[in-house]
């Protein structure tokens, strides 16, 4: 990636720690021995515009790589997993864990705002996620986020508070989603000390919501489940819900919306074909990388840049698959601006 300064311009003959992987360039790999390898294409076009694909893989989370935020400076969040999942963070540096057992980060702020799922007990030896939490890199304080009227069930023996916070503003407006008594799941928005549920609007026919990203202009992303049980991608802009209409959807989500309104998210049909999608002005881009199983977007930031993940089945001889991290970076800085700049 560019603003990170991480770039490969040779074959891998094996999947390296933060390795953007040069098989995507013209003349690549091929298939390459690492199975990591899902286009021949150097970019994918997303409304018209070019954007260079990266694939991210690490020999430190070898099962399993989520991108899931990033902020305007580049540096990104998500969760890897070697044996036990973990929060990490990458920026020009390199890579590190989320510090105090954080299984995965969800959110990344521009003043270093972190919020995911945290750990406060074991089972069998293994973490298992019973709160969420705010880091604040800067400072390495960390707090606690509880929804009021959020549910406690007990998992494995351990207490687990059913808040999960999915993103935080730099005013300190966390949003996400709990359960409540009734086993009603609703998204929640407000200052990290005073979250407060954001009920559907009358005759809406919404049964459950969850809330995934916030702006600076406190619009709101997410989605939304129908009586029919159905969740569909909506965004809230002054109290107004809107859902994004994603043609032959079985299911979709928006997870992220830029300053400017572009909203990212994925969808998955009736054959379980799940592909992201980008939704600005109106105006509906579905992305799908070429080889992948599966295609996910999760965030994206001012310059454009947008960052999710890939299925990719395992090379040939083995069977599965695995998750890796995926960013996709505007070609040029004209299609940054046009990707930031269309309003919601």
């Known amino acids: ?12 003959s094996g999947i390296r720690a933060w390795l953007f992987l040069a098989l995507l360039s013209a003349g690549g790999c091929g298939s390459g021995s690492n199975g990591d390898a899902v286009s021949t294409a150097a970019s994918v076009r997303i409304g018209g515009d070019p954007y260079r694909i990266e694939i991210v893989g690490a020999d430190s989370y070898p099962n399993f790589l989520s991108l899931e935020s990033l902020n305007d400076s580049g540096t990104m969040v998500g969760e890897g997993a070697g044996i ?15 510090p105090g057992l954080a299984l995965t980060a969800y959110g990344i702020s521009n003043n270093g705002w972190i919020v995911g799922l945290g750990s406060d007990c074991f089972s069998g030896g ?8 705010l880091w604040d890199r800067r400072t390495g304080e960390r707090q606690r986020l509880r929804a009021p009227g ?4 007990r998992v494995l023996g351990c207490e687990r508070d059913s808040t999960i916070v999915y993103d935080v503003s730099v005013l300190g407006i966390a949003v996400g989603e709990f359960t409540d008594a009734s086993g009603t799941r609703r998204g929640f928005s407000g200052p990290v000390d005073d979250l407060h549920a954001v009920e559907p609007p009358l005759g809406a026919g919404v049964t459950a919501s969850g809330l995934r990203a ?3 202009a406190g619009d709101l992303a997410g989605e939304a489940v129908d009586a029919g049980g159905a969740r569909h991608a909506i965004v809230i802009r002054d109290g107004n819900w809107r859902r994004i209409e994603v043609p032959g959807a079985l299911w979709s989500e928006a997870r992220d919306i830029s300053d400017t309104g572009v909203v ?10 799940v592909r992201g999608f980008v939704w600005r002005n109106a105006r509906l881009d579905v992305v799908e990388i070429a080889g992948a199983l599966e295609t996910r977007l999760n965030g994206l930031n001012r ?8 299925r990719i089945a395992e090379p040939p001889g083995q069977t599965g698959s695995r998750q890796r991290g995926l960013v996709l970076s505007p070609v040029d800085s004209a299609s940054a601006t046009s990707a930031g700049e269309e309003p919601l």
């Open 214 to 216: 916030i702006n600076q």
């Open 1 to 12: 990636m560019t603003q990170g300064g991480w770039r490969h311009d040779t074959c891998p």
């Open 150 to 153: 959020s549910a406690i069930t």
């Open 126 to 133: 293994l973490p298992i996620a019973t709160h969420s939490y």
């Open 264 to 273: 990212v998210g994925s969808f998955g049909d009736v054959l379980g074909k």
């Open 84 to 98: 036990d999942p973990m929060g990490v963070l990458i920026d020009a540096k390199g890579s590190e864990p989320i």
């Open 303 to 310: 310059a454009g840049t947008m960052v999710g993940a890939v």
